[in-house]
Antibody, heavy 113, light 108 residues
Framework: QVQLQQWGAGLLKPSETLSLTCGVN????????WSWIRQSPGKGLEWIGE???????HYNPSLKSRVTMSVDTSKSQFSLILTSVTAADTAVYYC?????????WGQGTLVTV | EIVLTQSPGTLSLSPGERVTLSCGAS???????LAWYQQKPGQAPRLLIY???TRATDIPDRFSGSGSGTDFTLTISRLEPEDFAVYYC?????????FGQGTRLEIK
């Protein structure tokens, strides 16, 4: 059974860089896109972007200038980098397989700026 | 991007009642790739419906989804006390994927 476990810093200062990683256990990164979705009190649910095992990415235009996603197939991990964070980036960040918030998905990481 | 508008913003009903929540899209949702979520305070969203009308795993049959194109609905046939929550729709047929702003279902 595929499980996702995510980790990363939960407290940042304005202008710092958010970095989160999601590890895929019990399965391969192949054949799927892997997404990051966040939920903040002010903006509700927001899709950040997705990446596949080949490193092909699609980003939300609203965040594109600050977002980088990467994949490490040898470690079965994919990562999110969001630069120049502000208070508006305070949210719970989820990693998930595909684009729906359903298992397998990460436990969520609260990032506070 | 496709803007999803949910209505009403808040709905006050009693257990046992039937409720229909609406999600309107600013343009046609490709493939009717429309999902519904339920979220309770302090919890992560829970997927209820995907593909406009397919119930997710372990979702009771009192929840049903319908619609196509730009107009979608989530119906709860008979409200249970645990159904009072916030409901979100999501379209995943066109990038960027977008969510509605939510409908709060509260106990009357």
């Amino acid at each position: 059974q595929v499980q996702l476990q995510q980790w990363g810093a939960g407290l940042l200062k304005p202008s710092e860089t958010l970095s989160l990683t999601c590890g895929v256990n019990g399965g391969s990164l192949s054949n799927y896109y892997w997404s990051w979705i966040r939920q903040s009190p002010g903006k509700g649910l927001e899709w950040i972007g997705e990446i596949n095992h080949s490193g092909i990415t699609h980003y939300n235009p609203s965040l594109k200038s600050r977002v980088t996603m990467s994949v490490d197939t040898s470690k079965s991990q994919f990562s999110l980098i969001l630069t120049s964070v502000t208070a508006a980036d305070t949210a719970v960040y989820y990693c998930t397989r595909g684009v729906l918030l359903r298992p397998p998905w990460g436990q969520g990481t609260l990032v506070t700026v | 991007e496709i803007v999803l508008t949910q209505s009403p913003g808040t709905l006050s009903l009693s257990p046992g009642e039937r409720v229909t929540l609406s999600c309107g899209a600013s343009q046609s949702v490709s493939g009717d790739y429309l999902a519904w979520y339920q979220q309770k305070p302090g919890q992560a969203p829970r997927l209820l419906i995907y593909g406009a009308s397919t119930r997710a795993t372990d979702i009771p049959d009192r929840f049903s989804g319908s619609g196509s194109g730009t107009d979608f609905t989530l119906t709860i046939s008979r409200l249970e006390p645990e159904d009072f929550a916030v409901y979100y729709c999501q379209q995943y047929g066109t990038l960027p994927i977008t969510f509605g702003q939510g409908t709060r279902l509260e106990i009357k």
